[in-house]
C-alpha cells in the first residue's frame, strides 16, 4: 500500500489550494457541532428550567443560526471537492491508457485486455470513493474534533470519560483495516480474471463455435463468475467487525455517560451541562464515526485496493523497450506528407490468442512442429518472400510453446491459408510473419532481411498485415487508401476500388476525395478500405488476420481473389471453410504437430481438419 500513500500524497500535495478552501467551509459546517451541546446546556440552565422560556429560546434561535452557517458551509464544500477529485479523476486515465499503450504496443507484447475494465470500471470506483474518503475523513476530523471541543468546555471529565471508548473503537477498526483489505484485493482480483476470460471468449467465439467448444468456454467463465461472487461474499462477512467497532466507539460512550449522569450531577454538574454532553456525543461523535468507519470500510477501502491494482498493472516497462514496429497515428489525424509509410495499416491489434487454451490441450506435451516447406508457385531455389526457421515462440517464460521449432517458407504465388482452433497460435503466426512479434528462438527474414531489430520503414516494404478491427482515420477517402504508397498513380487507385468492391462505398461519399468520418463507416466498410489500402502498398507478401470476417462471402471471395492475384504472397488467418478452398495450400494448427497440404489433402489426413470443416458446414466431422 506504500505506492498508493505516496501516489495520494503527491495528488493531495499538487492540489493546496483546494483542499485549503474545503478545510475552510469544512470549520464553517462544524460550527453546529462545536456550539450544539453548549448552546442546549444555557438553553437549559439559563432558559426553561429558570422559568425564562424566552431566554431559552433565544439560546436555541443562535444554535438555528449556526446550524444555517453550517448547511451553507457544507454547500460550498461539495462545491470545492470537484477540484480536488476531478483532477485526480483525470491523472488516473491518462496513466491507465498511456500504460496500456505502452505495455500492449512493446514489441513482443500482448494485447492488454483487462484495460478496458481499468479504465471504464476501476478508474470510476477510484474517482467516487476517493471523493467520498475526502468527505469523510475531514467530516470526521471536523466534527469529532468540534464536539471533543465543545465537551471539553462543559466539564473535561466528561470528555475523558467519552474519549476513552472513542479511541478503543478506533484501534478496533484500524487492526481490523488488514483483514478487510485482503478481502477486497480479492474481490478486484477476482473482478479482473472474470473480465480477461469473458473477453477471451468473446474475441475467439468464431473459433469456439467452430470447434464446439461453447460448453467448455461457458464452464470456464462460469468458474470465474463463481470466484468473483465468492470474494463478494467474504467482502459482506468484514461487515461484523465494522458494526463491532462503531458499537464500542458510538454506542458505549452514549451508555457510558448515561450510567456516570448521577455521579456528574452529585459533582456539581447540571442537567443542562448532562444534556448538552449528550447532545454532543449523539449528535456529534457518534455520526462522525459512523461515516468515518463506514466510508473507510467500503469506499476507503475499494480506493487503496483498485488504486494498487492500477498502479501496478500501469507501471511503465522498463527502460530501453524498443517502441512498436508500425504504430499508426491517433484517430482523426491524416498522414503528413512525405511521411513513410507504417509497419501496419491499422489502429486496432490482432485477437489476442486465448491465455488459458496455450499452445496444446490441457494434459497435452507440446509436440515439436515439423518444418512446412515453401508453398507457391515459383521456383525451389527462389528467395522466398518469407522465411522462418526454427521459430520457438511462447507468451511469457513458464508458458508452454505457441510454436516450437516452427519452419515455414513463402515464395512468390503462395496463397496459404491457416486455420485451427482458437489459441492454437494462427494470430501469433501472423504477428511472427509481420515482426510484431520476436520469436523466443529461431529468425524470421522477409525478402531474406532478418526482421528483428529492423527498421519499420524496411518492414513495411516488405509486408502488409490487415487485423479483424481495421484502422482507418478522419480525412479523404483518397488520403486513407493511399496511405501506405502516397504516390500510388490515381488510375490505379480506381482499379483497386473497382477490383476489391469499395465502389458503392465511394459513390454513397461522393467520391474519392471526399471526407471520411470513421464512426459512420460500418465495420465491414472500414475493412475494405483497410483491404485496398494494403493492396496497394509496396509490401509483396500480405498477412490478413481474419481481416474479412465483417464481409458477406461474396465480398470476402472478391476481395482474397484480388489479393490471390497480386504479385507476392498471401496469408490468410481463415474464419470461414470457403477461404481455405480457395488457397493453395492450408496450414492446420491445433495445438500440436502442425499440418500443411490441399484441401483434399488435409480432409483424409487430419482429424482436427475434418472436424473443423464438419463444424464450419454444419455437418459432423467423418
Known amino acids: 500500500m506504500k505506492n498508493v500513500v505516496r501516489f495520494t500524497a503527491a495528488t493531495l500535495r499538487r492540489r493546496l489550494r483546494p483542499l485549503g478552501r474545503l478545510a475552510g467551509w469544512s470549520a464553517a459546517e462544524a460550527l453546529p457541532a462545536l456550539l450544539a451541546g453548549h448552546l442546549t446546556a444555557r438553553a437549559v440552565d439559563e432558559g426553561f428550567l429558570a422559568g425564562r422560556p424566552g431566554v431559552g429560546l433565544a439560546w436555541l434561535g443562535v444554535l438555528a443560526g449556526a446550524v444555517g452557517i453550517g448547511a451553507f458551509g457544507t454547500r460550498r464544500a461539495y462545491a470545492c471537492l470537484g477540484d480536488v477529485v476531478e483532477p485526480f479523476r483525470d491523472e488516473l486515465a491518462e496513466r491507465v491508457v498511456t500504460g496500456a499503450l505502452l505495455r500492449s504496443t512493446a514489441a513482443g507484447a500482448r494485447p492488454e485486455t483487462s484495460a478496458v475494465a481499468r479504465l471504464t470500471h476501476q478508474v470510476e470506483i477510484v474517482r467516487d470513493t476517493f471523493a467520498g474518503l475526502v468527505m469523510v475523513v475531514r467530516g470526521f476530523l471536523f466534527t469529532a474534533g468540534a464536539a471533543l471541543i465543545g465537551l471539553s468546555s462543559l466539564t473535561p471529565v466528561v470528555a475523558a470519560v467519552v474519549a476513552v471508548p472513542l479511541l478503543a473503537g478506533l484501534v478496533l477498526f484500524a487492526a481490523a483495516l488488514p483483514a478487510m483489505a485482503g478481502r477486497q484485493r480479492d474481490y478486484v482480483r477476482a473482478d479482473e480474471r472474470l473480465g480477461e476470460a469473458a473477453g477471451a471468449a468473446f474475441a475467439g467465439h468464431r473459433d469456439v463455435v467452430a470447434c464446439g467448444a461453447q460448453e467448455f468456454v461457458a464452464g470456464r467463465v462460469g468458474r470465474q463468475v463463481d470466484r468473483q461472487a465468492g470474494a463478494e461474499r467474504a467482502l459482506a462477512r468484514m461487515a461484523a467487525l465494522r458494526s463491532l467497532s462503531l458499537a464500542v466507539g458510538g454506542w458505549l460512550p452514549l451508555a457510558v455517560l448515561l450510567l456516570a449522569a448521577p455521579w456528574l450531577v452529585r459533582r456539581g454538574l447540571t442537567a443542562g451541562a448532562v444534556l448538552g454532553a449528550l447532545v454532543y456525543v449523539a449528535t456529534g461523535l457518534q455520526p462522525a464515526l459512523h461515516a468515518l468507519v463506514q466510508g473507510v470500510a467500503s469506499g476507503g477501502l475499494r480506493f487503496a485496493v483498485t488504486l494498487e491494482r492500477i498502479l501496478t498493472a500501469t507501471a511503465p516497462p522498463p527502460a530501453g523497450t524498443p517502441p512498436p514496429a508500425g504504430t499508426p497515428p491517433p484517430a482523426g489525424t491524416p498522414p503528413p506528407a512525405g511521411t513513410p509509410p507504417p509497419a501496419t495499416p491499422h489502429a486496432g491489434t490482432a485477437p489476442p490468442a486465448d491465455p488459458d487454451a496455450g499452445p496444446a490441450r490441457r494434459g497435452v506435451e507440446p509436440v515439436p512442429l515439423a518444418a512446412v516447406p515453401a508453398t507457391g508457385g515459383g521456383t525451389a531455389a527462389a528467395v522466398p518472400w518469407a522465411e522462418l526457421r526454427g521459430v520457438t515462440f511462447r507468451y511469457g517464460t513458464q508458458a508452454r510453446p505457441i510454436l516450437d521449432g516452427f519452419d515455414l517458407a513463402l515464395a512468390e504465388g503462395a496463397h496459404l491459408a491457416v486455420v485451427g482452433p482458437s489459441g492454437a497460435g494462427k494470430s501469433t503466426l501472423a504477428g511472427l510473419l509481420a515482426g510484431l512479434l520476436r520469436p523466443e528462438a529461431g529468425t524470421v527474414r522477409l525478402g531474406g532481411v532478418p526482421v528483428g531489430g529492423a527498421d519499420p520503414a524496411v518492414l513495411a516494404r516488405h509486408r502488409v498485415l490487415i487485423p479483424q478491427e481495421a484502422y482507418v482515420f478522419t480525412g479523404t477517402l483518397l488520403d486513407n487508401l493511399r496511405y501506405l504508397r502516397p504516390d500510388t498513380p490515381h488510375g490505379q487507385v480506381e ?71 497480386r504479385p507476392g504472397a498471401l496469408v490468410v488467418v481463415a474464419h470461414r471453410i470457403s477461404s481455405a478452398l480457395r488457397a493453395r495450400h492450408v496450414l492446420i494448427l491445433d495445438g500440436g504437430c502442425p499440418m500443411r497440404g490441399r484441401h483434399d489433402e488435409l480432409l483424409a489426413r487430419s482429424a482436427t481438419y475434418r472436424e473443423l470443416v464438419g463444424h464450419w458446414q454444419g455437418q459432423p466431422a467423418a
Open 495 to 565: 482499379t483497386a476500388v473497382d477490383g476489391l468492391g469499395l465502389r458503392p462505398l465511394v459513390s454513397r461519399l461522393g467520391g474519392l476525395a471526399a471526407t471520411v468520418d470513421p464512426p459512420t463507416l460500418s465495420a465491414g466498410e472500414r475493412q475494405l478500405v483497410a483491404a485496398v489500402r494494403a493492396y496497394l502498398s509496396p509490401a509483396p507478401l500480405a498477412i490478413l488476420d481474419e481481416a474479412t470476417c465483417h464481409l458477406d462471402p461474396v465480398a470476402e471471395e472478391r476481395v482474397e481473389q484480388a489479393f490471390a492475384a
